[in-house]
C-alpha cells in the first residue's frame, strides 16, 4: 500500500478554483491567511490519500465518516509564534 500525502492552500485569486497545490501557489493567486488545516484520507485501489487543506475557517466537524474509503479526520489550529 503506498501513502500519498498532499497539501492545499485555499486561494482567492483564480476564477475557477478555490485551493491549489500549495508547491504550485503564487502571489498573484491570492492565498488565504492561513489559520486552520483541515484533513481528511481517501483510499484508492493501492493509494491512500493524505490530503491537508490550508483554510481560513474553521472546519465544521473534526470527524466525519462519509464513506468506508473516506474519512474526514480533523483539523489542528495553526499556532502563530
Do not use: Q
Not at 492552500?9 to 483541515?38: D, R, S
Not at 484520507?41 to 472546519?59: A, V
Amino acid at each position: 500500500m503506498k501513502i500519498e500525502n498532499l497539501t492545499y492552500i485555499e486561494v482567492e485569486g483564480l476564477e475557477h478554483e478555490w485551493a491549489v497545490k500549495l508547491n504550485e501557489c503564487k502571489p498573484e493567486m491570492k492565498p488565504i491567511i492561513m489559520k486552520y488545516v483541515f484533513v481528511h484520507n481517501e483510499i484508492h485501489s493501492d493509494i491512500i490519500f493524505i490530503d491537508n487543506m490550508l483554510t481560513d475557517r474553521k472546519p465544521e466537524k473534526t470527524i466525519n465518516f462519509i464513506s468506508d474509503d473516506f474519512i474526514e479526520v480533523g483539523f489542528w489550529k495553526i499556532k502563530v509564534t
